[in-house]
């Protein structure tokens, strides 16, 4: 019954251990979630208000497939105000989700054969993406010394004829990885040799942290600026996750083709969370630093309570509000007559003997780690922390 491509796609494991942590919750256990991936905070209330009234004005029927101009101009001017880029109506696509936008690009982007490069450990979804558009990902390493960041130069060995484009996330999920603008600068100039797409994905922009510059790759020069697609959106910055908006800007060409296919699959995105984000994007932004601020305090708490743990190691991330500890010296490791291989196996350890939930390494291709997601309250980050003590005390 089912095509090749159906057959050869997984479902998003982060999804399922949420599931599954949900699903133990319904049962009436109580499980500390540490495997979300969105912002534990409301949607600020002016943003509620403009979508409520979007409702209320009939603002509920389709519109302009690409978005309502009054978005597109937000997005333009959010761009010219933090990022330094100048871009135009015809170069700018608002999606259903920030996930959308990457999905519209790589079918508009890439042909069967075309190579992607995409650092590990990465998001996902983008190697799921990219073969679902029949082109190949290639996969260098990052190294936890690097602080999970590759250099120019690995970007450059791993280029081939077919290399198509290289996708960047910074600040990175999951493992809160934020690339100075000089290591961005050399990226840059590589992809521009090379005659390579530079992806952004920045949809962390926001969540930075000790004072450090966020810088847009596509920001360098109009060269860099022609070569790149940034991709944003509001789910993260804004806790706005279930309204689904993100959006995409890059070359003309190229945002037609990804308007075109949007206008044959999902249409205009939510009418009425268009007008929700452009309050987000024009409005006061003060949530923004107040949940920043949140999230400095929780990472500093996990990070040194993850270290306290025998066997556990956690570089500090820079930005996302994820940590990725290593957790290799657990591995190997018995719990009464089962032997703990593997990430997943560990996490699942967790899950059962402690109630709390983590996401397995291996979904983001870094084998000996975990993925700890900060957005939940002080309160579990610290009964949770105990929780992985306890049960990381009794393998042997
Ligand atoms: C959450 C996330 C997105 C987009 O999320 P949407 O909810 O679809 O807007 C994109 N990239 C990364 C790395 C993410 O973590």
């Given at each position: 019954?089912?095509?090749?491509?159906?057959?050869?796609?997984?479902?998003?494991?982060?999804?399922?251990?949420?599931?599954?942590?949900?699903?133990?919750?319904?049962?009436?256990?109580?499980?500390?979630?540490?495997?979300?991936?969105?912002?534990?905070?409301?949607t600020a209330e002016n943003i509620k208000e403009a979508g409520i009234k979007a409702i209320k004005d009939g603002f509920t029927k389709y519109t302009a497939?690409?978005g309502i101009n009054e978005l597109k101009d937000a997005?333009?001017?959010?761009?010219?105000?933090?990022?330094?880029?100048?871009?135009?109506?015809?170069?700018?696509?608002v999606?259903c989700?920030?996930?959308?936008?990457?999905?519209?690009?790589?079918?508009?982007?890439?042909?069967?054969?075309?190579?992607?490069?995409?650092?590990?450990?990465?998001?996902?979804?983008?190697?799921?993406?990219?073969?679902?558009?029949?082109?190949?990902?290639?996969?260098?390493?990052?190294?936890?010394?690097?602080?999970?960041?590759?250099?120019?130069?690995?970007?450059?060995?791993?280029?081939?004829?077919?290399?198509?484009?290289?996708?960047?996330?910074?600040?990175?999920?999951?493992?809160?990885?934020?690339?100075?603008?000089?290591?961005?600068?050399?990226?840059?100039?590589?992809?521009?040799?090379?005659?390579?797409?530079?992806?952004?994905?920045?949809?962390?922009?926001?969540?930075?942290?000790?004072?450090?510059?966020?810088?847009?790759?596509?920001?360098?020069?109009?060269?860099?600026?022609?070569?790149?697609?940034?991709?944003?959106?509001v789910?993260?910055?804004y806790?706005m996750?279930g309204w689904r908006i993100?959006?995409?800007?890059?070359?003309?060409?190229?945002?037609?083709?990804?308007?075109?296919?949007?206008?044959?699959?999902?249409s205009n995105p939510c009418s009425i969370s268009q007008k929700a984000a452009v309050e987000a994007l024009n409005g006061?932004?003060?949530?923004?630093?107040?949940?920043?601020?949140?999230?400095?305090?929780?990472?500093?708490?996990?990070?040194?309570?993850?270290?306290?743990?025998?066997?556990?190691?956690?570089?500090?991330?820079?930005?996302?509000?994820?940590?990725?500890?290593?957790?290799?010296?657990?591995?190997?490791?018995?719990?009464?007559?089962?032997?703990?291989?593997?990430?997943?196996?560990?996490?699942?350890?967790?899950?059962?003997?402690?109630?709390?939930?983590?996401?397995?390494?291996?979904?983001?291709?870094?084998?000996?780690?975990?993925?700890?997601?900060?957005?939940?309250?002080?309160?579990?980050?610290?009964?949770?922390?105990?929780?992985?003590?306890?049960?990381?005390?009794?393998?042997?």
């Open positions: 019954m089912l095509s090749e491509r159906a057959k050869k796609i997984k479902p998003s494991p982060t999804m399922a251990i949420t599931a599954k942590a949900n699903e133990m919750k319904a049962r009436g256990f109580d499980i500390i979630d540490f495997g979300v991936g969105e912002p534990d905070f409301d497939v690409g997005i333009i001017e959010k761009f010219r105000r933090d990022n330094d880029l100048v871009y135009e109506r015809s170069e700018i696509l999606s989700g920030g996930k959308h936008s990457i999905f519209n690009l790589c079918m508009a982007m890439f042909n069967p054969g075309d190579e992607v490069i995409i650092p590990s450990p990465y998001w996902v979804s983008y190697p799921e993406m990219v073969s679902l558009a029949g082109a190949d990902p290639v996969i260098p390493p990052s190294k936890e010394e690097f602080g999970f960041k590759i250099t120019a130069g690995d970007v450059n060995e791993y280029i081939t004829p077919a290399t198509k484009a290289v996708i960047i996330n910074s600040p990175s999920n999951p493992t809160g990885a934020v690339y100075t603008p000089e290591e961005l600068k050399f990226i840059a100039d590589v992809c521009l040799k090379k005659g390579v797409f530079i992806i952004s994905d920045e949809i962390y922009e926001k969540l930075i942290y000790d004072n450090q510059p966020f810088v847009s790759i596509a920001s360098f020069s109009e060269d860099v600026k022609k070569q790149t697609i940034v991709l944003n959106g789910s993260k910055t806790s996750t993100g959006y995409a800007a890059g070359p003309k060409e190229l945002i037609k083709a990804m308007t075109d296919i949007q206008s044959q699959s999902t006061s932004q003060d949530a923004v630093e107040r949940m920043v601020e949140e999230f400095a305090k929780r990472r500093n708490k996990i990070v040194g309570g993850l270290n306290a743990i025998k066997g556990i190691k956690c570089i500090m991330p820079k930005g996302a509000f994820y940590v990725f500890p290593n957790v290799r010296r657990l591995l190997n490791k018995r719990f009464g007559d089962k032997v703990i291989k593997t990430s997943t196996d560990f996490a699942e350890f967790l899950l059962d003997e402690a109630g709390v939930a983590v996401v397995p390494g291996d979904a983001f291709g870094g084998w000996n780690y975990i993925r700890l997601s900060y957005a939940t309250s002080m309160e579990n980050i610290e009964e949770g922390l105990k929780r992985i003590g306890d049960a990381v005390g009794k393998l042997e």
